[in-house]
Protein backbone atom coordinates (compact mmCIF):
# COMPACT_ATOMS: atom_id res chain seq x y z
CA UNK A 1 0.00 0.00 0.00
CA UNK A 2 1.33 3.24 -0.65
CA UNK A 3 1.03 6.67 1.17
CA UNK A 4 -0.93 9.12 -0.52
CA UNK A 5 -0.06 12.80 -0.82
CA UNK A 6 -1.43 15.77 -2.31
CA UNK A 7 1.01 17.87 -4.29
CA UNK A 8 -0.95 20.75 -6.09
CA UNK A 9 -4.40 22.24 -6.48
CA UNK A 10 -6.72 25.15 -8.17
CA UNK A 11 -9.49 26.31 -8.10
CA UNK A 12 -12.00 28.44 -9.44
CA UNK A 13 -15.59 29.73 -7.13
CA UNK A 14 -16.74 32.41 -5.71
CA UNK A 15 -14.29 33.15 -3.43
CA UNK A 16 -11.64 33.36 -6.15
CA UNK A 17 -9.88 32.54 -8.96
CA UNK A 18 -6.88 30.70 -7.87
CA UNK A 19 -6.32 29.05 -4.09
CA UNK A 20 -4.44 31.67 -2.52
CA UNK A 21 -7.54 34.11 -3.33
CA UNK A 22 -9.86 31.61 -2.64
CA UNK A 23 -8.08 30.90 1.11
CA UNK A 24 -7.41 34.41 1.90
CA UNK A 25 -11.07 35.08 1.73
CA UNK A 26 -12.01 31.80 3.94
CA UNK A 27 -9.60 33.31 5.93
CA UNK A 28 -11.53 36.64 6.27
CA UNK A 29 -14.40 35.17 6.40
CA UNK A 30 -15.99 36.51 2.96
CA UNK A 31 -19.27 35.66 1.62
CA UNK A 32 -19.55 34.96 -2.37
CA UNK A 33 -22.68 35.12 -2.43
CA UNK A 34 -24.77 37.30 -4.69
CA UNK A 35 -27.40 38.48 -6.52
CA UNK A 36 -27.55 36.02 -9.58
CA UNK A 37 -26.79 37.65 -13.32
CA UNK A 38 -28.38 35.44 -15.90
CA UNK A 39 -30.71 35.34 -18.46
CA UNK A 40 -34.92 35.14 -17.32
CA UNK A 41 -33.81 35.80 -13.54
CA UNK A 42 -36.56 37.72 -13.07
CA UNK A 43 -38.49 34.14 -13.35
CA UNK A 44 -37.10 32.68 -10.26
CA UNK A 45 -38.20 33.07 -6.58
CA UNK A 46 -34.57 32.17 -5.67
CA UNK A 47 -32.60 35.00 -6.96
CA UNK A 48 -29.23 34.32 -5.22
CA UNK A 49 -25.99 32.01 -5.13
CA UNK A 50 -22.31 32.25 -5.33
CA UNK A 51 -21.76 33.38 -9.08
CA UNK A 52 -17.91 33.91 -10.10
CA UNK A 53 -17.38 37.55 -10.61
CA UNK A 54 -16.51 38.97 -13.75
CA UNK A 55 -15.66 35.58 -15.22
CA UNK A 56 -15.48 36.43 -19.26
CA UNK A 57 -14.73 32.93 -20.96
CA UNK A 58 -12.77 34.31 -24.35
CA UNK A 59 -10.30 36.02 -21.58
CA UNK A 60 -9.19 32.17 -21.37
CA UNK A 61 -10.16 30.48 -24.12
CA UNK A 62 -10.39 30.61 -27.84
CA UNK A 63 -12.89 30.15 -30.33
CA UNK A 64 -12.39 26.66 -31.02
CA UNK A 65 -11.63 25.28 -27.64
CA UNK A 66 -15.31 27.16 -26.62
CA UNK A 67 -17.58 25.22 -29.23
CA UNK A 68 -16.28 22.20 -27.15
CA UNK A 69 -15.82 23.38 -23.31
CA UNK A 70 -19.11 23.97 -21.77
CA UNK A 71 -18.24 26.39 -18.76
CA UNK A 72 -18.24 23.44 -16.04
CA UNK A 73 -15.28 22.20 -18.35
CA UNK A 74 -14.13 25.61 -18.44
CA UNK A 75 -13.47 25.36 -14.41
CA UNK A 76 -12.16 22.26 -14.47
CA UNK A 77 -9.31 22.82 -17.17
CA UNK A 78 -8.87 26.23 -15.53
CA UNK A 79 -8.51 24.37 -12.46
CA UNK A 80 -6.14 21.51 -13.57
CA UNK A 81 -3.80 24.04 -14.88
CA UNK A 82 -3.09 25.92 -11.83
CA UNK A 83 -3.12 22.21 -9.66
CA UNK A 84 -0.36 20.63 -12.59
CA UNK A 85 1.52 24.05 -12.33
CA UNK A 86 1.73 23.48 -8.64
CA UNK A 87 2.63 20.16 -8.54
CA UNK A 88 5.71 20.54 -11.05
CA UNK A 89 4.76 17.66 -12.57
CA UNK A 90 5.52 17.11 -16.46
CA UNK A 91 3.47 14.19 -17.79
CA UNK A 92 5.56 12.32 -20.72
CA UNK A 93 6.44 8.83 -21.43
CA UNK A 94 5.92 6.22 -18.27
CA UNK A 95 4.38 8.70 -16.25
CA UNK A 96 1.82 9.38 -18.73
CA UNK A 97 0.60 5.79 -18.74
CA UNK A 98 0.22 5.45 -15.18
CA UNK A 99 -1.46 8.90 -14.91
CA UNK A 100 -5.06 9.51 -14.78
CA UNK A 101 -7.99 12.03 -14.29
CA UNK A 102 -11.19 11.31 -11.82
CA UNK A 103 -13.94 14.22 -11.17
CA UNK A 104 -17.08 14.55 -10.23
CA UNK A 105 -20.06 17.12 -11.44
CA UNK A 106 -23.43 16.12 -10.84
CA UNK A 107 -25.13 18.35 -13.91
CA UNK A 108 -22.06 18.16 -16.61
CA UNK A 109 -22.46 20.64 -19.32
CA UNK A 110 -25.97 22.07 -18.30
CA UNK A 111 -25.58 25.15 -19.69
CA UNK A 112 -25.58 23.70 -23.38
CA UNK A 113 -28.26 21.47 -22.63
CA UNK A 114 -30.38 24.83 -21.66
CA UNK A 115 -28.95 26.57 -24.70
CA UNK A 116 -29.57 23.63 -27.18
CA UNK A 117 -33.15 23.14 -25.56
CA UNK A 118 -33.89 27.06 -25.95
CA UNK A 119 -32.80 26.82 -29.36
CA UNK A 120 -34.84 24.06 -30.71
CA UNK A 121 -38.19 24.11 -28.27
CA UNK A 122 -38.16 27.71 -27.60
CA UNK A 123 -37.02 29.48 -30.97
CA UNK A 124 -38.55 26.53 -32.59
CA UNK A 125 -34.47 26.35 -34.79
CA UNK A 126 -34.34 22.99 -36.28
CA UNK A 127 -30.92 22.54 -36.26
CA UNK A 128 -28.13 22.48 -33.10
CA UNK A 129 -24.23 22.63 -33.26
CA UNK A 130 -22.59 19.22 -34.64
CA UNK A 131 -21.04 19.38 -30.68
CA UNK A 132 -23.07 19.68 -28.35
CA UNK A 133 -23.30 15.59 -27.53
CA UNK A 134 -19.32 15.92 -26.52
CA UNK A 135 -20.23 19.55 -24.98
CA UNK A 136 -22.74 18.44 -22.93
CA UNK A 137 -21.74 15.08 -21.78
CA UNK A 138 -20.80 14.88 -17.88
CA UNK A 139 -17.01 13.13 -18.92
CA UNK A 140 -16.33 16.06 -21.03
CA UNK A 141 -14.45 17.64 -18.41
CA UNK A 142 -12.34 15.00 -17.03
CA UNK A 143 -11.77 14.34 -20.95
CA UNK A 144 -10.49 17.47 -21.77
CA UNK A 145 -8.40 17.44 -19.01
CA UNK A 146 -6.66 13.89 -19.74
CA UNK A 147 -5.90 15.38 -23.41
CA UNK A 148 -4.74 18.58 -22.18
CA UNK A 149 -1.88 17.05 -19.69
CA UNK A 150 -1.35 14.06 -21.85
CA UNK A 151 -2.54 11.42 -19.07
CA UNK A 152 -2.92 7.93 -20.43
CA UNK A 153 -4.00 5.92 -17.54
CA UNK A 154 -7.39 5.45 -16.01
CA UNK A 155 -9.92 8.22 -16.34
CA UNK A 156 -13.38 8.47 -15.72
CA UNK A 157 -16.35 10.78 -14.17
CA UNK A 158 -18.17 10.10 -10.88
CA UNK A 159 -22.05 12.01 -10.46
CA UNK A 160 -23.33 11.17 -7.19
CA UNK A 161 -25.07 14.53 -6.69
CA UNK A 162 -23.78 16.67 -3.49
CA UNK A 163 -21.02 13.56 -2.92
CA UNK A 164 -19.46 13.87 -6.57
CA UNK A 165 -15.67 15.64 -5.83
CA UNK A 166 -15.31 13.19 -2.53
CA UNK A 167 -16.33 10.36 -4.22
CA UNK A 168 -13.78 10.95 -6.87
CA UNK A 169 -10.81 12.08 -4.53
CA UNK A 170 -11.72 9.15 -2.23
CA UNK A 171 -11.73 6.83 -5.58
CA UNK A 172 -8.34 8.45 -6.85
CA UNK A 173 -6.68 8.43 -3.33
CA UNK A 174 -7.24 4.47 -3.84
CA UNK A 175 -6.30 4.05 -7.06
CA UNK A 176 -3.10 5.68 -5.75
CA UNK A 177 -2.70 3.52 -2.76
CA UNK A 178 -2.97 0.32 -4.34
CA UNK A 179 -0.60 1.13 -7.14
CA UNK A 180 -2.83 0.91 -9.97
CA UNK A 181 -2.17 4.43 -11.18
CA UNK A 182 1.52 6.71 -9.91
CA UNK A 183 -0.54 9.93 -10.07
CA UNK A 184 -4.36 10.82 -10.17
CA UNK A 185 -5.47 14.57 -10.98
CA UNK A 186 -9.26 14.46 -9.12
CA UNK A 187 -12.07 16.88 -8.00
CA UNK A 188 -14.98 18.18 -9.27
CA UNK A 189 -16.21 21.04 -11.67
CA UNK A 190 -20.19 21.91 -11.41
CA UNK A 191 -21.84 25.21 -13.79
CA UNK A 192 -25.64 24.46 -11.94
CA UNK A 193 -25.95 28.30 -11.75
CA UNK A 194 -28.75 28.66 -14.92
CA UNK A 195 -32.07 29.44 -15.37
CA UNK A 196 -32.91 25.60 -15.31
CA UNK A 197 -30.46 24.81 -12.68
CA UNK A 198 -31.71 27.19 -10.23
CA UNK A 199 -35.95 27.03 -11.20
CA UNK A 200 -35.30 22.54 -10.34
CA UNK A 201 -33.81 23.64 -7.06
CA UNK A 202 -36.41 26.13 -6.16
CA UNK A 203 -39.09 23.32 -6.11
CA UNK A 204 -37.57 21.39 -3.05
CA UNK A 205 -38.12 24.76 -1.23
CA UNK A 206 -34.74 23.83 0.66
CA UNK A 207 -33.46 26.84 -0.93
CA UNK A 208 -32.52 30.25 0.86
CA UNK A 209 -33.58 33.88 -0.95
CA UNK A 210 -31.16 35.75 1.46
CA UNK A 211 -28.21 33.97 2.71
CA UNK A 212 -26.69 30.27 3.89
CA UNK A 213 -26.28 30.17 7.56
CA UNK A 214 -24.97 26.76 8.45
CA UNK A 215 -26.13 25.62 12.00
CA UNK A 216 -27.24 28.43 12.64
CA UNK A 217 -31.08 28.07 14.42
CA UNK A 218 -31.91 30.98 11.94
CA UNK A 219 -30.76 28.80 8.98
CA UNK A 220 -33.15 29.11 5.73
CA UNK A 221 -31.74 26.67 3.32
CA UNK A 222 -29.26 26.22 0.88
CA UNK A 223 -27.75 28.33 -1.58
CA UNK A 224 -26.03 27.22 -4.81
CA UNK A 225 -22.51 28.09 -5.75
CA UNK A 226 -20.07 27.01 -9.14
CA UNK A 227 -16.45 26.26 -10.25
CA UNK A 228 -14.30 23.60 -9.42
CA UNK A 229 -11.67 22.01 -7.34
CA UNK A 230 -9.21 19.87 -8.35
CA UNK A 231 -5.65 18.14 -6.85
CA UNK A 232 -3.10 15.78 -7.61
CA UNK A 233 -3.00 12.65 -5.61
CA UNK A 234 0.42 11.01 -6.48
CA UNK A 235 2.52 8.19 -3.79
CA UNK A 236 4.41 9.36 -1.21
CA UNK A 237 7.33 8.04 -2.10
CA UNK A 238 7.53 9.53 -5.72
CA UNK A 239 6.27 13.18 -4.13
CA UNK A 240 8.98 13.00 -1.95
CA UNK A 241 11.89 11.52 -4.35
CA UNK A 242 11.35 14.65 -6.55
CA UNK A 243 11.28 17.53 -3.93
CA UNK A 244 8.02 18.16 -3.87
CA UNK A 245 5.82 20.64 -1.85
CA UNK A 246 3.67 18.37 0.12
CA UNK A 247 0.36 20.31 1.14
CA UNK A 248 -1.73 17.29 2.60
CA UNK A 249 -1.55 13.19 3.21
CA UNK A 250 -4.77 11.58 2.57
CA UNK A 251 -5.07 8.26 4.80
CA UNK A 252 -8.48 7.16 4.88
CA UNK A 253 -12.02 6.99 2.92
CA UNK A 254 -14.85 5.86 3.21
CA UNK A 255 -18.32 5.25 1.38
CA UNK A 256 -21.48 4.13 2.06
CA UNK A 257 -25.44 4.18 1.32
CA UNK A 258 -28.31 5.03 3.26
CA UNK A 259 -30.70 3.08 1.54
CA UNK A 260 -33.48 4.70 2.96
CA UNK A 261 -35.07 8.17 1.92
CA UNK A 262 -34.17 9.72 -1.81
CA UNK A 263 -33.58 13.27 0.10
CA UNK A 264 -33.90 12.67 3.77
CA UNK A 265 -30.23 11.95 5.43
CA UNK A 266 -29.84 9.48 7.52
CA UNK A 267 -27.78 9.44 10.85
CA UNK A 268 -26.59 6.16 10.80
CA UNK A 269 -25.57 6.31 7.10
CA UNK A 270 -23.21 9.45 8.15
CA UNK A 271 -22.15 8.63 11.24
CA UNK A 272 -21.04 4.81 9.99
CA UNK A 273 -18.95 6.52 6.91
CA UNK A 274 -17.17 8.57 9.33
CA UNK A 275 -16.63 5.67 11.59
CA UNK A 276 -15.06 3.66 8.79
CA UNK A 277 -13.20 6.57 7.17
CA UNK A 278 -11.54 7.12 10.25
CA UNK A 279 -11.08 3.38 10.67
CA UNK A 280 -9.48 2.86 7.43
CA UNK A 281 -7.51 5.79 8.02
CA UNK A 282 -6.46 3.72 11.29
CA UNK A 283 -7.11 7.22 12.52
CA UNK A 284 -8.18 7.64 16.88
CA UNK A 285 -11.13 9.58 17.20
CA UNK A 286 -9.33 12.16 19.71
CA UNK A 287 -6.89 12.58 16.88
CA UNK A 288 -9.27 14.83 14.66
CA UNK A 289 -9.60 18.54 15.49
CA UNK A 290 -11.40 20.09 12.38
CA UNK A 291 -14.48 18.48 10.44
CA UNK A 292 -15.56 20.59 7.27
CA UNK A 293 -19.07 20.06 7.26
CA UNK A 294 -21.45 19.06 4.62
CA UNK A 295 -23.45 21.68 6.38
CA UNK A 296 -25.77 23.13 3.64
CA UNK A 297 -28.06 25.05 5.64
CA UNK A 298 -30.82 22.64 5.58
CA UNK A 299 -32.85 21.70 8.60
CA UNK A 300 -32.51 18.14 7.50
CA UNK A 301 -29.24 18.08 6.94
CA UNK A 302 -27.62 20.14 9.83
CA UNK A 303 -29.48 18.49 12.79
CA UNK A 304 -28.53 15.23 10.98
CA UNK A 305 -24.62 15.88 10.96
CA UNK A 306 -24.69 17.38 13.84
CA UNK A 307 -26.25 13.76 16.03
CA UNK A 308 -24.31 11.83 13.88
CA UNK A 309 -20.68 14.02 14.37
CA UNK A 310 -22.27 13.95 18.02
CA UNK A 311 -22.44 9.81 18.06
CA UNK A 312 -18.97 9.48 16.45
CA UNK A 313 -16.76 11.56 18.89
CA UNK A 314 -18.67 11.31 22.15
CA UNK A 315 -17.05 13.57 24.52
CA UNK A 316 -13.97 14.66 22.06
CA UNK A 317 -16.88 16.23 19.99
CA UNK A 318 -16.58 19.63 22.59
CA UNK A 319 -12.52 19.56 21.20
CA UNK A 320 -13.75 19.69 17.68
CA UNK A 321 -13.74 22.38 15.66
CA UNK A 322 -16.60 21.82 12.56
CA UNK A 323 -16.96 24.68 10.09
CA UNK A 324 -19.61 24.52 7.09
CA UNK A 325 -17.78 26.56 4.23
CA UNK A 326 -20.98 26.62 2.05
CA UNK A 327 -21.48 29.48 3.84
CA UNK A 328 -18.73 31.50 1.77
CA UNK A 329 -19.04 29.53 -1.17
CA UNK A 330 -22.08 28.13 -1.29
CA UNK A 331 -22.55 24.90 -2.57
CA UNK A 332 -21.06 23.44 -5.34
CA UNK A 333 -23.56 20.82 -5.58
CA UNK A 334 -20.86 17.86 -7.21
CA UNK A 335 -18.03 20.22 -7.22
CA UNK A 336 -18.16 21.35 -3.88
CA UNK A 337 -16.41 18.43 -1.96
CA UNK A 338 -13.36 19.88 -3.60
CA UNK A 339 -13.53 23.02 -3.16
CA UNK A 340 -14.12 22.44 0.29
CA UNK A 341 -10.54 20.47 0.25
CA UNK A 342 -9.17 23.53 0.05
CA UNK A 343 -10.06 24.62 3.62
CA UNK A 344 -8.65 21.08 4.69
CA UNK A 345 -5.91 21.70 3.35
CA UNK A 346 -5.79 25.72 4.94
CA UNK A 347 -6.41 23.56 8.39
CA UNK A 348 -3.56 21.18 7.83
CA UNK A 349 -1.00 23.36 6.28
CA UNK A 350 -1.43 26.86 7.64
CA UNK A 351 -2.88 25.80 10.96
CA UNK A 352 -6.10 28.15 10.03
CA UNK A 353 -9.52 27.39 10.65
CA UNK A 354 -11.99 28.51 7.68
CA UNK A 355 -15.47 29.75 10.06
CA UNK A 356 -19.18 29.03 9.02
CA UNK A 357 -20.13 32.41 8.57
CA UNK A 358 -23.88 33.75 8.63
CA UNK A 359 -23.77 32.43 12.21
CA UNK A 360 -26.19 34.21 14.18
CA UNK A 361 -28.85 32.10 16.55
CA UNK A 362 -27.52 29.08 18.30
CA UNK A 363 -29.22 25.66 17.79
CA UNK A 364 -29.93 23.65 20.59
CA UNK A 365 -30.14 20.54 18.34
CA UNK A 366 -26.38 21.39 17.25
CA UNK A 367 -24.33 21.77 20.31
CA UNK A 368 -21.34 21.85 18.57
CA UNK A 369 -18.32 24.30 17.94
CA UNK A 370 -19.26 25.79 14.52
CA UNK A 371 -16.01 28.02 14.14
CA UNK A 372 -18.89 31.33 14.39
CA UNK A 373 -18.33 33.80 11.50
CA UNK A 374 -14.04 34.28 12.28
CA UNK A 375 -11.65 31.98 11.23
CA UNK A 376 -8.88 30.44 14.11
CA UNK A 377 -5.61 30.16 14.28
CA UNK A 378 -5.33 26.34 15.68
CA UNK A 379 -2.87 23.12 14.91
CA UNK A 380 -4.27 19.58 14.05
CA UNK A 381 -3.55 16.55 13.60
CA UNK A 382 -6.35 14.87 11.63
CA UNK A 383 -9.34 16.26 9.68
CA UNK A 384 -12.10 14.68 8.15
CA UNK A 385 -14.61 16.24 5.06
CA UNK A 386 -17.98 15.43 5.03
CA UNK A 387 -20.23 14.74 1.75
CA UNK A 388 -24.03 13.53 2.06
CA UNK A 389 -25.90 13.28 -0.81
CA UNK A 390 -28.84 13.28 -2.18
CA UNK A 391 -29.64 9.80 -2.94
CA UNK A 392 -28.28 8.81 -0.14
CA UNK A 393 -24.66 8.78 -0.90
CA UNK A 394 -22.31 9.62 1.71
CA UNK A 395 -18.45 10.03 1.50
CA UNK A 396 -15.93 10.95 3.57
CA UNK A 397 -12.24 11.73 3.23
CA UNK A 398 -9.52 11.37 6.44
CA UNK A 399 -5.88 14.01 5.75
CA UNK A 400 -3.33 14.88 7.88
CA UNK A 401 -0.05 16.85 7.82
CA UNK A 402 2.94 14.25 6.49
CA UNK B 1 -66.00 21.63 -5.66
CA UNK B 2 -64.94 24.19 -3.55
CA UNK B 3 -61.57 25.35 -2.47
CA UNK B 4 -61.85 22.89 1.16
CA UNK B 5 -62.98 19.90 -1.01
CA UNK B 6 -60.18 20.30 -3.91
CA UNK B 7 -57.63 20.69 -1.12
CA UNK B 8 -58.69 17.40 0.97
CA UNK B 9 -58.48 15.44 -2.54
CA UNK B 10 -55.04 16.75 -3.25
CA UNK B 11 -53.75 15.35 0.86
CA UNK B 12 -55.85 12.40 0.22
CA UNK B 13 -53.86 11.82 -3.05
CA UNK B 14 -50.54 12.48 -1.51
CA UNK B 15 -51.81 10.18 1.49
CA UNK B 16 -53.08 7.38 -0.79
CA UNK B 17 -56.06 7.46 0.87
CA UNK B 18 -60.01 7.85 0.68
CA UNK B 19 -60.83 11.28 0.88
CA UNK B 20 -63.44 10.83 3.93
CA UNK B 21 -60.43 9.97 5.50
CA UNK B 22 -58.47 13.06 5.90
CA UNK B 23 -60.53 14.62 8.96
CA UNK B 24 -59.86 18.27 10.04
CA UNK B 25 -57.96 17.86 13.23
CA UNK B 26 -55.53 15.23 11.65
CA UNK B 27 -51.81 16.82 11.04
CA UNK B 28 -49.61 15.41 7.81
CA UNK B 29 -47.95 13.09 9.62
CA UNK B 30 -50.74 11.69 10.87
CA UNK B 31 -51.82 10.94 7.08
CA UNK B 32 -48.52 9.38 6.90
CA UNK B 33 -47.50 11.94 4.66
CA UNK B 34 -43.69 12.95 4.66
CA UNK B 35 -41.39 15.76 3.83
CA UNK B 36 -41.26 14.90 0.07
CA UNK B 37 -45.11 15.21 0.35
CA UNK B 38 -45.70 17.90 1.42
CA UNK B 39 -43.34 19.82 -1.13
CA UNK B 40 -45.73 17.92 -3.90
CA UNK B 41 -48.71 18.50 -2.11
CA UNK B 42 -47.74 22.44 -1.98
CA UNK B 43 -46.57 22.40 -5.65
CA UNK B 44 -49.86 20.62 -6.43
CA UNK B 45 -52.20 23.24 -4.52
CA UNK B 46 -50.13 25.91 -6.60
CA UNK B 47 -51.25 24.19 -9.90
CA UNK B 48 -54.80 23.68 -8.94
CA UNK B 49 -55.59 27.25 -7.98
CA UNK B 50 -52.36 29.18 -9.38
CA UNK B 51 -51.10 30.62 -6.64
CA UNK B 52 -48.02 31.04 -5.14
CA UNK B 53 -47.53 29.61 -1.44
CA UNK B 54 -44.66 30.64 0.42
CA UNK B 55 -43.46 28.10 2.45
CA UNK B 56 -40.07 27.05 2.88
CA UNK B 57 -39.19 23.57 4.34
CA UNK B 58 -36.20 25.04 6.26
CA UNK B 59 -38.69 27.26 8.29
CA UNK B 60 -42.39 25.68 8.10
CA UNK B 61 -43.42 26.96 11.59
CA UNK B 62 -41.77 30.98 10.23
CA UNK B 63 -43.62 30.47 7.05
CA UNK B 64 -47.17 32.48 6.35
CA UNK B 65 -48.63 28.96 4.92
CA UNK B 66 -49.87 26.92 7.99
CA UNK B 67 -49.43 23.25 7.34
CA UNK B 68 -49.95 22.05 11.26
CA UNK B 69 -53.64 20.59 10.15
CA UNK B 70 -56.01 19.78 7.41
CA UNK B 71 -58.09 22.82 8.62
CA UNK B 72 -55.02 25.45 8.79
CA UNK B 73 -53.79 24.48 5.53
CA UNK B 74 -57.79 24.67 3.91
CA UNK B 75 -57.86 28.43 5.76
CA UNK B 76 -54.35 29.26 4.11
CA UNK B 77 -55.02 28.05 0.63
CA UNK B 78 -58.42 30.08 1.17
CA UNK B 79 -56.59 33.32 1.99
CA UNK B 80 -54.38 32.98 -0.42
CA UNK B 81 -56.80 32.18 -3.46
CA UNK B 82 -58.34 35.44 -1.96
CA UNK B 83 -55.59 37.91 -2.16
CA UNK B 84 -53.87 36.39 -5.64
CA UNK B 85 -56.95 35.71 -7.75
Known amino acids: ?402 | MTVHDKVIKIIAEQGLLDVGDVSQTATLQDLGIDSLAVVESIFAIEEEFNINVPFNANLPENSDFDISSVSSIVKSVENLVAEQS
Not at chain 1, 162 to 183: E, K, W
Request: hydrophobic share 40%.
Open chain 1, 1 to 402: MNRVVITGSGTVNALGTDVSETLLSMQEGKCGIGPLKFRDVDRLSIKIGAQIKGYTETDYFNRQELVLYDRVTQFAILAARQAVNESGLIFGGELSENSGVLLGTAAGGMNTWEDNYRAVFESGKNRVHPFVVPKLMNNAATSHVSMEFNLKGPSFTVSTACASSNHAIGLAFQMVRSGMVDVMIAGGSEAMLTFGGVKAWEGLRVMSKDACRPFSDNRSGMVQGEGAGIFILEKYENAISRGANVLAEIVGFAMNSDASDIVVPSQHGASTAMIRALKDARMDINDVGYINAHGTGTRANDTTECAAITKVFGAHVKKLMVSSTKSMHGHLIGGTGAVELLACIMAIRDGIIAPTIGYEQKDTSCDIDVVPNIARNAKVKGVVSNAFAFGGMNAVLVMRPV
